[in-house]
């Protein structure tokens, strides 16, 4: 069953603390995306990546970093140096050749709290 | 970058009755135009997209329309029914220099009473 999968769920942090998000896909698409939603916010892009061992920045990356060392990989790490981390985290994957190229799809999220 | 603004934030219908949310767009370059539903507490899925060499796609209930001129398109859901109750958000994709990236609405809050 092809898909994206995001770990975990559910994240409490203690402020000053960094933490990863997961995030795998079976797809197969090239590109892979990070963007937080924030109520009333819609989706911003954090980074984005359209191939293996490269990455952007997108609209609001600071306080956050990535890597993507492998196709189905893309993780994402919540530094202290973010300011208001407390929100949900969606990860998602595109293909960049063919058909639907460009059409997102998202794993199910990650809620981060920040205490 | 590509800014998309989207109205309204909130929506209410009657069921049977029709819905249209409305989404602008900056960049002139754009060429594909999605439309995201979001349930509480779900993934955003897509329900129709455009692209720029087409000016109405219509899916069953949905439909979608793109004026490039005007540099904006919309979403229209007809014989509305309470699951339909959900957000919505409009995308634009950013220009080539952001790669397949979209950039979204804020949002749109539909509610659907019987």
């Known amino acids: 069953d092809g898909g994206i999968t995001q770990s975990p769920k559910y994240l409490f942090r203690k402020e000053g603390q960094n933490v990863t998000l997961s995030c795998e896909q079976n797809l197969n698409h090239d590109a892979m995306y990070w963007y937080r939603q924030d109520p009333g916010q819609g989706l911003r892009l954090i980074y984005y990546?359209?191939?293996?061992?490269?990455?952007q920045k997108g609209d609001i990356a600071e306080g956050y970093s990535v890597s993507r060392e492998k196709k189905e990989s893309f993780p994402l790490t919540v530094t202290s140096a973010q300011k208001n981390p407390t929100a949900f985290y969606l990860c998602a994957s595109s293909k960049t050749s063919g058909r639907a190229v460009g059409e997102l799809f998202f794993g199910e999220g990650s809620r981060l709290t920040v205490l | 970058g590509e800014n998309v603004e989207q109205h309204p934030s909130t929506l209410s219908v009657q069921e049977g009755d029709s819905a249209v949310i409305k989404c602008t767009y900056s960049?002139?370059?754009?060429?594909?135009f999605p439309w995201y539903k979001q349930e509480l507490g779900k993934r955003p899925q897509l329900i129709i997209d455009?692209?720029?060499?087409?000016g109405e796609k219509k899916d069953q209930r949905i439909a979608v329309t793109l004026n490039k001129t005007a540099k904006h398109f919309s979403l229209h859901i007809t014989e509305t029914q309470p699951e339909d109750s959900a957000v919505y958000f409009c995308?634009?994709?950013?220009?080539?220099?952001?790669?397949?990236?979209?950039?979204f609405g804020k949002g749109t809050s539909l509610l659907v009473t019987p």
């Open positions: 455009i692209r720029s060499n087409v």
């Open positions: 995308a634009a994709r950013m220009n080539s220099n952001s790669g397949y990236a979209l950039n």
């Open positions: 990546s359209q191939i293996v061992n490269d990455f």
């Open positions: 960049d002139s370059a754009s060429n594909y």
